[in-house]
């Protein structure tokens, strides 16, 4: 849990999605504190391009929703 979001974590996070990506998945952040996310839209820090939900159940829906439809083996 972080409790600060500076630049190098925005950094960070955006190296671990576009990692995730190289290997075939999709990534979602959850459970930024309103706090948290109102000082990065202060510093202009953005998560743009990522998934974002407010928790675990909401970015499971999200990358669900993403996720190819597969058709089933007869």
């Not at 972080?2 to 459970?31: H, N, P, W, Y």
């Not at 309103?34 to 407010?54: H, I, K, R």
């Amino acid at each position: 849990m972080l409790d600060v979001m500076d630049s190098f974590a925005v950094r960070t996070l955006r190296s671990i999605a576009q990692m995730v990506k190289l290997l075939g998945a999709e990534c979602a952040v959850v459970g930024i504190q309103p706090e948290v996310a109102f000082s990065m839209v202060q510093l202009g820090l953005t998560l743009q391009g990522m998934t974002t939900a407010l928790d675990l159940e909401d970015g499971l829906d999200a990358l669900q929703a993403r996720a190819p439809v597969q058709s089933s083996p007869l």
